[in-house]
């Protein structure tokens, strides 16, 4: 038999016993973290006041289909909790050019358990005046479809959005006039309407469906000729069909192909319509021919009954023209801030005559210095630079059509130009990358 005072003691510590599992039970506990976050803040690049009112879409770089959609809040700020792997957004607002703007590909980052990724970014401000925007929502049967690239166009020109997780869209920053709308994805078939877009008011409900069962195909091969040696050789080549006048890439019809000298590829359930094929885009040491692109344009198809005329589109590409300073690095399309004038410079590439520079606005695609003259099928060069000259202080020539603005961006390229005897002509043999050679002027 136990005394009075051992039982009393166990009685004190098989309480205390119970009340530490009945605390540790219903203490709450902090769920395991199995998401990370994006955020980011959203400013005008001439003021950088912050911007409310944005949408920012997130998208999933690896189907390139919307995942989240949110709008910034008073400061500009904004967030999404997702899913580790890798995303990229978009982000448009009336009254401004969207980011990226159109014709450039968002640069992909990743989210990781448990981090914060930043992704701010300046906007740059419309130069349109008359300009509404257009609503509606895509969708298959009664059902919204997310990830639809919807195009708004009339005589050769072209604004866009992205349909979001609930099937809507909104294109933003379109002139006053009578558009016809069309959607456009992988195995889908779309209705076209009319919008009569009048300026700073929405022209709402332009509703589109989309029919399944697409069966056009596109094929063709991919020939790398190297005028160099390719610094360093991509594992693969990405190759796309694109809208011909935004350059859009059309949802579901892109791939990404293991990279040789000579490669062969294929698309399947293409709609019916005019694509620009497009390949190697991204910085990678390889550009599209450029002497090809300047004579007869980009690589086109067109679609009638899911016959594609050509029946083969084949690309050609050569190695890039290195840029050296300024300009942005190989990974990211972040503009490099530059003071004054600034002196372009790049590394010699061979077989070359002379070099062409080129300086564009890259908020409108405007050529502000060098760059090449059309004369009715006549290509001339507006500068020429010799073969043994591998830099030059821009509008050293006097011939720029616009100083640089502070604040704004711009994107300068170089072409390699080889005089040909036989012909008494010039033929362009490489060029740099399409993503580089961003600036910032401050």
């Not at 978009?90 to 009254?95: A, E, N, P, S, T």
Request: net charge negative; glycine share 8%.
């Amino acid at each position: 038999m136990i005394s009075k005072d051992v039982f009393f003691r166990r009685i004190v510590l098989l309480i205390c016993i119970t009340g530490l599992l009945v605390a540790g039970c219903s203490k709450d506990d902090p769920a395991p973290v199995t998401t990370g976050k994006v955020a980011g803040k959203v400013m005008s690049l001439s003021t950088t006041a912050a911007l409310a009112d944005a949408t920012v879409i997130l998208f999933d770089a690896n189907t390139n289909s919307p995942v989240k959609t949110t709008k910034t809040n008073s400061s500009g700020d904004y967030s999404f909790d997702a899913d580790p792997g890798n995303y990229f957004i978009k982000i448009y607002k009336q009254g401004y050019e969207s980011v990226p703007p159109q014709g450039i590909e968002p640069v992909p980052f990743s989210i990781a358990v448990g981090q914060t990724t930043t992704q701010s970014a300046e906007m740059t401000e419309s130069l349109l005046t008359n300009a509404g925007f257009i609503t509606g929502k895509v969708t298959v049967g009664s059902t919204g479809e997310a990830g639809v690239l919807v195009v708004a166009e009339l005589n050769g020109r072209a604004f866009s959005a992205i349909s979001d997780q609930g099937g809507n869209y909104t294109i933003f920053n379109v002139p006053a006039d009578t558009y016809t709308v069309t959607a456009y994805k992988a195995d889908f078939s779309s209705n076209s309407a009319p919008a009569n877009v009048t300026a700073n008011t929405g022209t709402n409900n332009i509703n589109l469906s989309l029919t399944q069962g697409a069966t056009g195909q596109v094929a063709g091969t991919f020939k790398v000729i190297s005028q160099t040696t390719i610094v360093t050789p991509p594992a693969t080549i990405d190759i796309a069909l694109v809208n011909p006048v935004t350059k859009e890439t059309i949802p579901g019809l892109s791939q990404t192909v293991p990279y040789s000298s000579s490669l062969s590829y294929s698309f399947a359930k293409v709609p019916d319509g005019t694509y620009v094929v497009r390949a190697s885009f991204a910085n990678d040491y390889i550009v599209i021919d450029p002497d090809y692109i300047t004579k007869f344009g980009d690589y086109t198809v067109s679609l009638s009954g899911g016959t594609p005329t050509p029946a083969s589109v084949d690309i050609v590409a050569t190695s890039a023209v290195l840029l050296n300073l300024p300009t942005n690095e190989m990974s990211t399309t972040v503009p490099v801030e530059v003071t004054g004038a600034p002196v372009f410079e790049w590394t010699a590439y061979p077989s070359t005559s002379d070099y062409v520079i080129e300086v564009t606005d890259a908020s409108t695609g405007s050529v502000i210095w060098g760059g090449f003259t059309d004369n009715s099928g006549t290509i001339s060069k507006n500068i020429t630079i010799p073969s043994n000259t591998t830099s030059i202080t821009f509008n050293s020539d006097g011939t720029a059509t616009a100083d640089l603005v502070v604040g704004k961006v711009y994107r300068w390229r170089v072409f390699a130009s080889k005089n040909n005897v036989q012909t008494n002509s010039w033929n362009l043999i490489a060029a740099s990358e399409d993503q580089m050679g961003l600036i910032k002027v401050k």
